[in-house]
């Protein structure tokens, strides 16, 4: 096997596979972060009627977890000393209805503003806080880490499927003394590549358990890679590698390496 | 064997090299093509392995009709032919056991088989003790002569040799030619030689087809 060769063909594929990883890391993180601070998230409905979930998730479609009535007793309670006994009876008469909502997902900030303003134009409810300056930042900052991956994810798939398929037409061409003969014989043109086909094989599974081991390694090493604050966050959410997510590596880099020799085989033939 | 109705050969849109060719060859037949340079000669011999395709007419090569063959009989038809060229046509990367053990292997042969098959050639062409070698350590006579070896090594039904002996000492060309007339004699393999010239006592009758202004006529 030219060692150039296939050193050409497991590089950009570790590349790609390695990004794979981090997109995957940071959606893990970015997932379990959102689960963690969105069991502490709610909204405050003020509302001049009882609401009933039910009612609320037919107006409003909103997927709410959970909607809690604040006892109108214990928001009285702090007055009862304070106000007098006429002012108090008053109050107990008009005090509208409060609740707090739990969502079934953290909202985005755009999601958020949508939410307030349908709760908002439901009937009787007279007030929305859903406390959208808190939003959190390091949350903010995970999305943005999440885009800029997933963009970069993207380019260097692209990137490397160009530069695969460079790397098979040059190996063609290098070769096409050989196919031709082969051809000539009666040979197919998947006989005459099965040294490129075995170099895509041997890449992919040396380039994806290479890149899950260095995985493994940053995994268990992120307290000399991260700064103390980061790392409180992603040793926290980092859940470990699940099976299907290892396999997912061997998969996509074994697909990457096909549809790329492949795809030029299948030129050729058609030639 | 091979059967021509009619063929009319040549490039794109260019005049026809081969023109209204109409010949028969039979099995265990020994058929000498020749002509002067240009002639068409190779061009012939190309299109029985659809190395060339047909403008107008009908060719049967081993029962295969090569007016619009398609990929699958392509395959079937050249892994039944085997073919001497006059460049060699070795694959450079491969030693010479692995360059006779070709067809074999293509015609899905298994390694020891292909292995043992190739070292009995190499003894018939002289060789045997270059099975590792590579082509480019062997001589032009040689490395023709492990080209004969590899278009015998699945015992073919046809052979088409294009000038086998052309820029060879006489040695290997007495080798080859040995090689090609027992493989008609003993063996029964029909075979049809390209050359500018028919060799002096060729002790064997043959059949000779010449080309002149891209008519074939036997003589």
Redesign the interface.
Known sequence: MNLRRFISFTIPLIVVLFTYTMYLSINKIVTSYENTINNDYSIVLVSSTPLIKSTLVSNSKIDIKSINHLKREDILKNFKNDVSEGTYKLLEKKLPYFYTINLENFPTSSKLKEIKYTLEHIKGIKKVETFSKNHDNVYSLFLLIKTVVTILFICIIIFTFLLMINNVKIWFFEHSNRLTIIKLHGGSIYYGAKPIINIAIISSIISSIFVILVVYFLKENLAQLLKPELLSVVSKNLTPFTNLEIASVFIISLVISFITVFGILLKHRLK | MILANNICLGYDNKKNIIQNAKFKINNKDFVFITGSSGSGKSTLLKSF?S?IKLKSGTLLVNKFDLKNIQNMQ???????IG?VYQDY??????TVEENIM??LK??GYSDKLSRNQAHKLLKHVKLPNKAKCYPDELSGGEQQRVGVARALSHNPQLILADEPTGNLDDYSADVIWNLLKKANEQLGIAVVVVTHRIPDNFGLSFRKFSISAGEVYES
């Open positions: 392995y190395d392509l395959k079937k038809l050249r892994k039944s073919i046509k070795l694959i450079k990367e491969y070709l067809p293509i015609n």
